[in-house]
């Protein structure tokens, strides 16, 4: 009997028609307890490491009060965003090399470990530190819970799981404000960390005893390290490193068009492009795979993968500050108002997912998501101060409709035309995307929004407060706080017409990077997806059956079991 696992190795076929391969049908598959459990610790885990992306938000505040540090604040929340991100290709590799098993339990503990060091911090130092230990931590999860997502589940099928860990991963970040105001006012900022110390340990173990994964073939360490891409990886994190440090200080610590911004952003975007040149022509292994770059498809839900995450932090980032800066209500009351917004994305994120699985077809979801963001972004920019609740429970509930329903497909769609063999490495660079995403998401409307205030501030009577709002700082003044510190009510109102202008514009911008993703998506083909899984790096157990049974039948020769992953 042939190797059930070989049983999908062949050419890629397009749709014709929209329907499915007739050799490529969908079974259904009966998953052990074991699996269950997997999917139940990688979705604990995915909770942790979004939480502490936003838990910080509501805590800092209270955190630089007491360890002090100046402007080096916003290292605290930028150093574990910087550190998710550039060792993921570098990530990738080595869970090809070393096994899946061991990289993600890796990444746990130092996650961990790093809560640890934050809760403990008697320093800004210590804790921007342990802010770095925890990013490493957290990237290493955000890739390996895809990656093994992946290697569990048949292409076809990936959606519905990666809608439940990307709802779990929503969730996450939704409370993260919540709890960080909360335990920092009633109990100690120290517990937005040590929160993690139980969890991530439960997780730890969960995850030791079920992850038991088949390992890559067992070979000396020499050669394994021979086929990590060291030279191709650090060009990489050296030139990430470069533009994220730019886009950090960007209109916080410097102006934009500062050379202590431009330098670093022009040398990290020359460093990238470097990279994926030595990637293309140099590397004997390279961690870019070339496929990922040169299959249109790939390339382009690449390029939809950015501008959909930019879309979909744009809109988480700044709800909150049009309720708080534009409404004048406080952050708790904000990020209730926000609910239809996150709350929302489930169940369309669960539908998408099925969609995919039932039809096979991502193009339709991806240009019905994209169109559905566009548009709400249009609706958001007649928002003002006067709009019913009615109005922006609807227009978010749209954005998370259009959001939702690519959230959970958009790996699949890239992984459909290339070979099942590069699952870690195409999921790297997805799941980098993801997070440059993130970063710009928050970083293009801060800037447009800063911009616009400080262009509008010379219309306000009171000169104390158009100073204020004509540097670079505006957006954290969109506060409740603030607003109640204005005592006339004529500047007041004025501040507000200031900030609610400011935000139309956002918005307006938003419309283009959403209408752009939609156009992008034209040039996607439509790829059968596969219905049955090819992969080296299954449950144990499974791969076990597949050698006995192929032993057994003389289709191919008995294997010694090369330990686990």
């Given at each position: 009997?042939?190797?059930?696992?070989?049983?999908?190795?062949?050419?890629?076929?397009?749709?014709?028609?929209?329907?499915?391969?007739?050799?490529?049908?969908?079974?259904?598959?009966?998953?052990?307890?074991?699996?269950?459990?997997?999917?139940?610790?990688?979705?604990?885990?995915?909770?942790?490491?979004?939480?502490?992306?936003?838990?910080?938000?509501?805590?800092?505040?209270?955190?630089?009060?007491?360890?002090?540090?100046?402007?080096?604040?916003?290292?605290?929340?930028?150093?574990?965003?910087?550190?998710?991100?550039?060792?993921?290709?570098?990530?990738?590799?080595?869970?090809?090399?070393?096994?899946?098993?061991?990289?993600?339990?890796?990444?746990?503990?130092?996650?961990?470990?790093?809560?640890?060091?934050?809760?403990?911090?008697?320093?800004?130092?210590?804790?921007?530190?342990?802010?770095?230990?925890?990013?490493?931590?957290?990237?290493?999860?955000?890739?390996?819970?895809?990656?093994?997502?992946?290697?569990?589940?048949?292409?076809?099928?990936?959606?519905?799981?990666?809608?439940?860990?990307?709802?779990?991963?929503?969730?996450?970040?939704?409370?993260?404000?919540?709890?960080?105001?909360?335990?920092?006012?009633?109990?100690?900022?120290?517990?937005?960390?040590?929160?993690?110390?139980?969890?991530?340990?439960?997780?730890?173990?969960?995850?030791?005893?079920?992850?038991?994964?088949?390992?890559?073939?067992?070979?000396?360490?020499?050669?394994?390290?021979?086929?990590?891409?060291?030279?191709?990886?650090?060009?990489?994190?050296?030139?990430?490193?470069?533009?994220?440090?730019?886009?950090?200080?960007?209109?916080?610590?410097?102006?934009?068009?500062?050379?202590?911004?431009?330098?670093?952003?022009?040398?990290?975007?020359?460093?990238?492009?470097?990279?994926?040149?030595?990637?293309?022509?140099?590397?004997?292994?390279?961690?870019?795979?070339?496929?990922?770059?040169?299959?249109?498809?790939?390339?382009?839900?690449?390029?939809?993968?950015?501008?959909?995450t930019t879309c979909t932090y744009w809109t988480f980032?700044?709800?909150?500050?049009?309720?708080?800066?534009?409404?004048?209500?406080?952050?708790?009351?904000?990020?209730?108002?926000?609910?239809?917004?996150?709350?929302?994305?489930?169940?369309?994120?669960?539908?998408?997912?099925?969609?995919?699985?039932?039809?096979?077809?991502?193009?339709?979801?991806?240009?019905?998501?994209?169109?559905?963001?566009?548009?709400?972004?249009?609706?958001?920019?007649?928002?003002?101060?006067?709009?019913?609740?009615?109005?922006?429970?609807?227009?978010?509930?749209?954005?998370?409709t259009g959001s939702g329903l690519m959230i959970a497909?958009?790996?699949?769609?890239?992984?459909?035309?290339?070979?099942?063999?590069?699952?870690?490495?195409?999921?790297?660079?997805?799941?980098?995307?993801?997070?440059?995403?993130?970063?710009?998401?928050?970083?293009?409307?801060?800037a447009i929004f800063n911009n616009e205030c400080r262009?509008?501030?010379?219309?306000?009577?009171?000169?104390?407060?158009?100073?204020?709002?004509?540097?670079?700082?505006?957006?954290?003044?969109?506060?409740?706080?603030?607003?109640?510190?204005?005592?006339?009510?004529?500047?007041?109102?004025?501040?507000?017409?200031?900030?609610?202008?400011?935000?139309?514009?956002?918005?307006?911008?938003?419309?283009?990077?959403?209408?752009?993703?939609?156009?992008?998506?034209?040039?996607?083909?439509?790829?059968?997806?596969?219905?049955?899984?090819?992969?080296?790096?299954?449950?144990?157990?499974?791969?076990?059956?597949?050698?006995?049974?192929?032993?057994?039948?003389?289709?191919?020769?008995?294997?010694?079991?090369?330990?686990?992953?």
């Open positions: 009997m042939a190797d059930p696992r070989q049983s999908s190795d062949r050419p890629t076929q397009l749709i014709d028609g929209g329907k499915a391969d007739p050799e490529d049908t969908t079974t259904p598959a009966n998953h052990s307890c074991r699996f269950w459990a997997i999917v139940g610790a990688l979705s604990f885990t995915a909770l942790c490491s979004s939480l502490e992306g936003t838990i910080i938000t509501s805590a800092l505040p209270t955190i630089t009060g007491e360890l002090g540090g100046g402007s080096s604040f916003v290292w605290v929340p930028n150093a574990y965003l910087l550190a998710t991100i550039v060792m993921l290709l570098l990530m990738a590799q080595a869970s090809n090399v070393f096994g899946r098993r061991w990289l993600t339990l890796t990444s746990v503990a130092l996650f961990t470990l790093g809560s640890g060091i934050c809760g403990g911090a008697n320093s800004q130092a210590v804790l921007i530190g342990g802010r770095v230990v925890q990013g490493l931590g957290g990237g290493g999860i955000a890739l390996m819970v895809n990656v093994i997502i992946t290697d569990l589940v048949a292409l076809r099928e990936r959606g519905k799981y990666m809608a439940i860990i990307q709802m779990v991963s929503a969730v996450g970040a939704a409370l993260g404000p919540f709890l960080g105001g909360l335990l920092s006012s009633h109990s100690s900022w120290r517990w937005t960390f040590y929160i993690n110390v139980p969890i991530g340990g439960t997780s730890l173990v969960a995850l030791f005893f079920s992850l038991r994964l088949s390992a890559p073939p067992s070979t000396s360490l020499g050669e394994k390290l021979s086929r990590i891409d060291f030279i191709g990886n650090a060009m990489f994190v050296s030139s990430t490193v470069a533009v994220l440090i730019a886009i950090t200080w960007g209109g916080t610590a410097y102006a934009w068009d500062s050379s202590h911004v431009l330098v670093p952003l022009v040398l990290g975007f020359a460093g990238l492009g470097l990279f994926v040149a030595y990637e293309w022509k140099v590397a004997k292994n390279p961690s870019l795979p070339r496929l990922a770059i040169m299959n249109c498809t790939a390339a382009t839900v690449l390029a939809v993968t950015f501008l959909h980032y700044f709800m909150p500050i049009y309720f708080q800066g534009v409404h004048g209500i406080s952050p708790f009351w904000s990020g209730v108002d926000t609910l239809p917004l996150f709350a929302g994305i489930f169940p369309f994120a669960i539908t998408g997912g099925i969609l995919l699985s039932k039809f096979g077809r991502y193009k339709p979801l991806h240009l019905v998501g994209m169109a559905i963001v566009t548009i709400s972004f249009g609706l958001l920019s007649i928002l003002d101060q006067t709009s019913s609740k009615a109005a922006w429970a609807c227009f978010q509930l749209l954005c998370a497909i958009l790996l699949p769609a890239m992984q459909a035309p290339l070979d099942e063999n590069l699952v870690a490495l195409t999921t790297g660079v997805w799941t980098f995307v993801r997070g440059f995403g993130t970063v710009w998401g928050v970083t293009i409307p801060s262009s509008r501030s010379t219309s306000l009577s009171d000169e104390n407060l158009a100073a204020l709002l004509s540097g670079n700082k505006a957006y954290q003044y969109a506060t409740k706080a603030f607003l109640d510190s204005i005592k006339d009510p004529a500047s007041r109102a004025e501040v507000v017409g200031l900030f609610r202008q400011s935000m139309r514009i956002v918005w307006l911008v938003g419309i283009a990077f959403a209408g752009l993703g939609w156009l992008l998506v034209w040039l996607e083909q439509e790829v059968t997806l596969r219905s049955k899984l090819n992969t080296k790096y299954g449950l144990e157990e499974r791969k076990k059956t597949y050698e006995q049974e192929g032993a057994e039948s003389g289709d191919i020769p008995a294997k010694q079991h090369t330990g686990n992953n």
